[in-house]
């Protein structure tokens, strides 16, 4: 039997929203869908954004309905020719087990190839592109530039992070606790790393970052994002990913205090969503495969197993509790 996993109740204040559970049959195919059987489901940030009642890039998730995610499976059933039973195909999904979707929506046919599927959902998927249009298009680092990423270790901040190392820069990851900053110095060779739950995260900038900061790639906000922007330097360019310091409480957002150092430093501060990129996605996949294949980009990736799963699964990524990309896999 299919199975489901609603919003219940949004999110109030502080708490975090309520899910409920369906095992509901998905209806018989019209012509034009296809029947998704779903291998993994993306959990992300941006999540608490689709269920929060307000206006933003995308409409919010209703109450009732099925949880709006991405995530990647197989073709079970097809009345369209672009999807052919046994291909494989990305977008839109839910969190469901299984879904009926049309061929011409919010999805994209995929060939894995030698690659896993997870994959299509981390690097070669919307983090990924996130990390690589956020990175070389709004901060386009430099030969020997300093480059600063915040929540380093996760989905987009680990692709950011070794695209600006690609492009020859010096890069510093924040992240929380010994063990991610410990993976990005060590297995990233990133060429510092801050731990911003231990210790001034101003001292640690102004020690690894001593020419002060030509990009900073924030997925975080908050405090983080304020400390940066004194250490900037003049046209400096602040990629706003996210916020995710934020998130927890929507109502009460806290804007960047230092926005000044912006005036007196001529800094760029630019946000984005990968909804602006859509139409470049074939580019990305042209870079990021290659160096997927060839190891010079290495995927981070957390799995937690089953649907049931999804209500822990998202109050970790809120707690940074995932190392990597933090997905579902579906047990069919
Ligand atoms: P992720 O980094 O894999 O996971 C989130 C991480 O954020 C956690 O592991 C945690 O890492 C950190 N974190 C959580 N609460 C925090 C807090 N209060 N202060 C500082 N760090 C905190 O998630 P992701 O999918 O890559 O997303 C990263 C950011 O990019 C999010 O803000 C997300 O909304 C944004 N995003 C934007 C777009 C776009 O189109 N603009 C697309 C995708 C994602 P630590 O243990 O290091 O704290």
Same mark, same amino acid.
């Given at each position: 039997?299919?199975?489901?996993?609603?919003?219940?109740? #949004?999110?109030?204040?502080?708490?975090?929203?309520?899910?409920?559970?369906?095992?509901?049959?998905?209806?018989?195919?019209?012509?034009?869908?296809?029947?998704?059987?779903?291998?993994?489901?993306?959990?992300?940030?941006?999540?608490?954004?689709? !269920?929060?009642?307000? #206006?933003?890039?995308?409409?919010?998730?209703?109450?009732?309905?099925?949880?709006?995610?991405?995530? !990647?499976?197989?073709? !079970?059933?097809?009345?369209?020719?672009?999807?052919?039973?046994?291909?494989?195909?990305?977008?839109?999904?839910?969190?469901?087990?299984?879904?009926?979707?049309?061929?011409?929506?919010?999805?994209?046919?995929?060939?894995?190839?030698?690659?896993?599927?997870?994959?299509?959902?981390?690097?070669?998927?919307?983090?990924?592109?996130?990390?690589?249009?956020?990175?070389?298009?709004?901060?386009?680092?430099?030969?020997?530039?300093?480059?600063?990423?915040?929540?380093?270790?996760?989905?987009?901040?680990?692709?950011?992070?070794?695209?600006?190392?690609?492009?020859?820069?010096?890069?510093?990851?924040?992240?929380?606790?010994?063990?991610?900053?410990?993976?990005?110095?060590?297995?990233?060779?990133?060429?510092?790393?801050?731990?911003?739950?231990?210790?001034?995260?101003?001292?640690?900038?102004?020690?690894?970052?001593?020419?002060?900061?030509?990009?900073?790639?924030?997925?975080?906000?908050?405090?983080?994002?304020?400390?940066?922007?004194?250490?900037?330097?003049?046209?400096? #360019?602040?990629?706003?990913?996210?916020?995710?310091?934020?998130?927890?409480?929507?109502?009460?957002?806290?804007?960047?205090?230092?926005?000044?150092?912006?005036?007196?430093?001529?800094?760029?501060?630019?946000?984005?969503?990968?909804?602006?990129?859509?139409?470049?996605?074939?580019?990305?996949?042209?870079?990021?495969?290659?160096?997927?294949?060839?190891?010079?980009?290495?995927?981070?990736?957390?799995?937690?197993?089953?649907?049931?799963?999804?209500?822990?699964?998202?109050?970790?990524?809120?707690?940074?509790?995932?190392?990597?990309?933090?997905?579902?896999?579906?047990?069919?």
């Amino acid at each position: 039997m299919p199975s489901q996993v609603r919003l219940k109740k #949004r999110p109030q204040g502080n708490a975090f929203p309520q899910w409920r559970f369906t095992e509901d049959e998905t209806p018989d195919l019209e012509d034009g869908q296809i029947r998704l059987r779903l291998a993994y489901i993306s959990i992300d940030p941006g999540m608490m954004g689709w !269920v929060t009642d307000k #206006r933003s890039y995308i409409p919010p998730v209703n109450e009732g309905e099925v949880m709006r995610a991405f995530g !990647v499976g197989e073709v !079970v059933e097809s009345r369209s020719d672009l999807y052919p039973v046994g291909s494989f195909a990305t977008g839109f999904t839910g969190v469901q087990s299984e879904a009926v979707l049309p061929a011409e929506g919010f999805i994209r046919r995929i060939e894995p190839g030698n690659l896993p599927l997870n994959y299509f959902l981390s690097a070669l998927g919307m983090p990924g592109f996130t990390g690589y249009f956020g990175m070389s298009d709004i901060g386009a680092p430099s030969e020997g530039d300093t480059v600063v990423v915040s929540a380093c270790s996760g989905a987009v901040g680990s692709i950011a992070s070794q695209i600006a190392k690609l492009a020859g820069a010096r890069v510093i990851g924040i992240a929380g606790g010994p063990e991610k900053c410990k993976l990005l110095t060590e297995q990233f060779g990133l060429e510092g790393a801050i731990d911003y739950k231990s210790g001034s995260i101003k001292d640690c900038l102004r020690e690894q970052c001593p020419n002060g900061i030509d990009v900073y790639f924030d997925n975080v906000g908050g405090e983080i994002l304020d400390t940066v922007l004194t250490r900037m330097n003049y046209k400096g #360019r602040v990629v706003l990913c996210g916020g995710i310091s934020q998130y927890g409480d929507m109502d009460s957002v806290q804007g960047p205090k230092n926005y000044l150092s912006a005036i007196t430093h001529s800094l760029t501060l630019r946000g984005f969503t990968m909804q602006d990129y859509l139409l470049q996605i074939p580019e990305a996949v042209e870079v990021l495969t290659p160096l997927v294949e060839q190891r010079k980009l290495r995927v981070l990736e957390h799995v937690v197993e089953g649907l049931q799963n999804f209500p822990e699964a998202f109050e970790m990524i809120f707690a940074g509790r995932n190392l990597g990309k933090l997905m579902l896999k579906v047990e069919q």
